[in-house]
């Protein structure tokens, strides 16, 4: 179904979708819980991970173009990944912890105080490492085939009131537009912004 909605995004030109960007949000949710693999049933995890290997590694994939089951009688359509760069984003929630437990833990010796001072505690995604996603619950095949990890900073007051108030369908925009067809102005005064952030 990825590749589907890739494919339909690109008026099903397959040379364009063999060459697209898929952005994979919330690939956190997918993670196992608990570090047991489990034999007799699988909530979330595992499973979803072993089937986005095969996409990943640079497959022929056949793709329904309508999508999913509901046209079981449709022409499939190859699609080979290898160009497609795969970009997976999630909140990794708790995975801070992870990663404070071992930068905590692995300074031995006598350079332990100097070491502590070093570490920003506010933003410690910054050391993330693949060990740690593969922690968090997801399977190193799936971690070894994204090549570049990388975090991104906490949003501070700037960046939170420029997406309030910047981007083409911002909120603050969206209220504006959505009073003007009663015929009324709004005004957000800078005070109010800031509360708001």
């Not at 040379?15 to 993670?31: C, H, P, Q």
């Not at 022929?60 to 984003?89: C, W, Y």
Request: net charge positive.
């Amino acid at each position: 179904s990825i590749l589907s909605r890739l494919l339909q995004n690109c008026n099903f030109d397959v040379k364009a979708a063999e060459r697209g960007i898929v952005y994979i949000d919330e690939v956190d949710k997918i993670a196992r819980k608990g570090d047991n693999p489990s034999i007799t049933r699988d909530v979330s995890g595992e499973g979803v991970q072993q089937g986005l290997l095969k996409l990943l590694e640079g497959a022929d994939v056949l793709v329904p173009p309508q999508g999913g089951r509901k046209h079981p009688e449709q022409k499939m359509v190859s699609i080979n990944t290898k160009n497609i760069l795969f970009i997976a984003g999630g909140a990794f929630d708790g995975l801070d912890k992870i990663i404070g437990r071992r930068v905590q833990t692995n300074v031995i010796g006598y350079d332990v105080e100097k070491n502590k001072e070093k570490i920003d505690k506010e933003n410690l995604l910054q050391y993330v490492t693949p060990l740690d996603i593969k922690k968090f619950g997801l399977i190193p095949e799936l971690v070894g085939r994204f090549p570049v990890l990388t975090y991104l900073n906490p949003l501070d007051k700037s960046a939170l009131r420029n997406i309030l108030t910047q981007p083409k369908n911002a909120l603050i925009k969206q209220y504006k537009k959505l009073f003007s067809l009663e015929d009324v102005e709004v005004k957000v005064e800078e005070e109010a912004l800031n509360f708001i952030v």
